[in-house]
């Protein structure tokens, strides 16, 4: 293999092993659904149908975020990812249909507070027997 060659693929294996950028950045999602049962048994899961949204396809959803804020009240946050870096975006509005679950482990009234950032979008109240 001559000189050039070899530099040519030292250069080239430089290129594909640098370090790669922060891809994605976390971002609050809007919560635009929930459906949760009004009744729910002790020691079975509650689970709520929650559909997100934002306003182009390089969104993604990835997790719930959900916070005890006193006895069976929760806040629940829709987390979800968009690139760190200039990309180009389907400007079609993004939909996720998901679930979030929260252990009713005493009897009483649960609250599940879904907010769009710091702003109230719905509150629903479950009743565990």
């Known amino acids: 293999m001559n000189k050039h060659a070899l530099l040519f693929a ?10 790669r950028k922060q891809d994605n950045a976390p971002v609050n999602l809007t919560i635009i659904k929930t459906e949760t049962p009004k009744t729910q048994s002790l020691g079975e899961d509650i689970i709520s149908q929650v559909t997100c949204s934002a306003e182009n396809l390089c969104y993604h959803f990835s997790n719930f975020e959900i916070s005890e804020t006193g006895e069976r009240e929760y806040e629940i946050r ?15 509005i993004y939909y996720k249909d998901t679930t979030v ?29």
């Open 10 to 19: 030292f250069v080239l294996f430089l290129g594909c092993t640098k370090p």
């Open 78 to 92: 829709a987390v979800g990812t968009y690139p760190n870096y200039p990309t180009a975006c389907l400007q079609t």
């Open 101 to 129: 679950k929260i252990n009713a482990t005493v009897k009483g009234q649960y609250m599940l507070q879904f907010f769009n950032n710091n702003v109230l979008f719905k509150t629903d109240t479950i009743k565990v027997n």
